[in-house]
């Protein structure tokens, strides 16, 4: 079976409140890199002609906008952070930045919630691919790798539609954004 394979850069930052990690506490940056590993939902043999699973420019389109967009730069705070509540009253404008995650943002939860965005994309593009894998390289030397199904995996909510199951360019339920 084919895959489409292909990576992305980005810088962030966040900080870990839940007490396993005091030095995490603190709000502190990386450069991450996330590779994602897409198969086609129903495979079939190379038609002879383009020879594509799908073209990588397509395959890639909208995941790439949405990392450069939303995901660059962005502040990963835990939905319980009450740094949220500061920059809802103080820097109300910045909330678009700020990525929000069920628990601590952890690398872990992080691909969970990356992957399962991925496939709201896909999904709405016709649901051709889907992300079989996925990788996210916090450092040089600390990386996390998920195969499979993610939305068993993410910790459960009560509210229907989190931000990573829409196929927008949101990274939190604090506003509308468009799509």
């Not at 995490?24 to 990386?30: F, L, T």
């Not at 990963?76 to 109300?92: A, I, K, N, Q, Y």
């Not at 593009?125 to 993610?150: H, K, Q, S, Y």
Request: hydrophobic share 40%; charged share 20%.
């Amino acid at each position: 079976m084919f895959s489409l394979v292909f990576s992305r850069r980005y810088a962030m930052a966040h900080r870990l409140t839940s007490g396993l990690s005091e030095a995490c506490a603190i709000p502190h940056g990386h450069n991450e890199t996330v590779t994602v590993t897409l198969r086609a939902t129903s495979p079939s043999r190379l038609d002879g002609g383009a020879n594509m699973v799908e073209p990588f420019e397509r395959a890639k389109a909208t995941w790439h906008r949405w990392i450069d967009q939303s995901l660059d730069h962005s502040l990963h705070l835990s939905g319980d952070d009450p740094l949220l509540d500061w920059f809802r009253v103080r820097e109300p404008h910045r909330l678009a930045r700020i990525l929000v995650t069920p628990g601590d943002p952890t690398t872990e939860v992080l691909a969970l919630c990356l992957m399962s965005k991925l496939n709201a994309f896909l999904a709405a593009d016709g649901g051709r691919l889907f992300c079989a894998a996925i990788r996210v390289e916090e450092t040089p030397t600390n990386t996390v790798t998920f195969e499979g199904d993610p939305l068993p995996m993410l910790p459960r909510l009560m509210q229907a539609e989190p931000w990573w199951l829409r196929a927008d360019m949101s990274i939190n339920d604090l506003m509308q954004v468009p799509a």
